[in-house]
């Protein structure tokens, strides 16, 4: 049986897994799975400026989103460590070139644009099946107002 690469999706799994376990009461076990979690992510080469740009297919949004993967694993471990009083942990002696994420603003606005594609999608498939159109939904940005 051929086994497949791991993806920067499995190391998401695989962290929000560890953060979910570590806060449901069972420390050890979390922090095994964000060890886990770490390793999968610099075998990978998430820690490498270059990662973002080779599998973010040239789309700035997914990019930034490869990128702040790798620093939720960062201030995850950073976080636990201090809660911990372990130092020093696990990422903080790793090689990192991968570049801090961008300004909330500037991803959101991405994000907002995505999920507009996204329900402009949904809409034109419910249109075709004639069920309920969606077209006064608002987008993510104005529901806070």
Known sequence: MATRSLTAFDVQAVLLYS???????????????????????????????????????????????????????????????????????????IDITTDLPCEEDEYESGVSELLHMFISICYLDVKDKQLEPLDALPLPCQLSN
């Open 19 to 93: 953060i979910v376990v570590y806060w449901c009461n069972e420390p050890d076990r979390g922090v095994e799975l964000l060890d886990e979690a770490v390793r999968m992510a610099i075998s990978i080469g998430m820690n490498r400026k270059e990662f973002s740009q080779t599998y973010g297919h040239g789309d700035s949004f997914f990019e930034e989103s490869l990128r702040r993967s790798w620093w939720v694993i960062y201030i995850t471990d950073a976080h636990i460590a201090g809660s911990t009083h372990t130092y020093p942990f696990r990422t903080s002696s």
